[in-house]
């Protein structure tokens, strides 16, 4: 673990305050989108069967893989506590800075959530709950297992200096892997991987039913994988990688 407390000052500093505020304007679309098609496909396919799921899961692919690349070179387009904390574990952002994203992004979806609301008439916020017969422990493992994918993604494909893909990929496969999750996940915990993607129609529908389960769930996965990929896989060094005609 490579935690960095940065200092008193840095959450007053510009470059921390615009990252901030990239933060809220990135978690707002991001969930406006998201949210908005849940609304949608429940609107008018019943919100039920593979056709609402895969038309929120392409919602979700498409909305992450455009915001982290808009804020990539501002925030790090975190758009998600998990991610933040993800990214502390391993020293790539400090707990000052974190403390900072984590109240932008609860705003920003809160916000989006509240603009929903009024813009579709008071139509309800569909809120992250359980499946009836899915208990709170395999719900707190679903959202590990799945924010675990998310955060090693992140991590393979975006945060790792000696990642072999073309340069500006990392937010498309990130985004994937975010649409892959919501089919697998989906019709048992929500998938949500992401506490400020629940908090936002939570606070706005005020039903808090289950709603721990997406703040440990997604906070315990997204710590994990950056404890695993920054630990494990990592090599901070100059060696050369190896050719793809030798032998491992």
Not at 67 to 83: C, K, Q, R, W
Not at 185 to 200: E, V
Request: aromatic letters at 8%.
């Amino acid at each position: 673990m490579k935690i960095a407390w940065g200092n008193s000052q840095e959450a007053v500093q510009i470059d921390c305050l615009r990252a901030a505020l990239a933060e809220v304007v990135l978690t707002f679309l991001f969930v406006f989108a998201g949210v908005g098609a849940a609304m949608a496909a429940g609107k008018m396919v019943g919100g039920a069967g593979i056709a609402g799921l895969t038309a929120v899961a392409i919602a979700h692919t498409l909305v992450v893989a455009v915001m982290i690349s808009a804020g990539l070179h501002i925030s790090g387009g975190h758009l998600n506590p998990a991610v933040t904390l993800g990214l502390l574990v391993g020293g790539h952002v400090t707990v000052i800075r974190s403390i900072v994203y984590v109240i932008a992004q609860l705003l920003g979806s809160s916000l989006a959530c509240l603009l929903l609301r009024y813009l579709t008439g008071g139509l309800a916020t569909p809120v992250h709950t359980l499946v009836a017969g899915m208990d709170a422990g395999q719900g707190l493992i679903m959202e590990v297992v799945l924010t675990f994918s998310l955060l090693f993604t992140v991590y393979a494909t975006i945060v790792d200096p000696k990642k072999t893909i073309t340069p500006g990929i990392g937010p498309l496969l990130v985004g994937l892997v975010v649409g892959a999750n919501i089919l697998a996940g989906g019709p048992f915990s929500g998938a949500s991987m992401n506490p400020a993607r629940s908090f936002g129609p939570a606070l706005v529908s005020w039903d808090w039913t289950d709603h721990w389960i997406y703040w440990v769930g997604p906070l315990v996965g997204g710590a994990l994988a950056g404890l695993v990929y920054d630990g494990l896989f990592i090599v901070n060094s100059h060696a050369l990688l190896p050719r793809e005609d030798e032998n491992y």
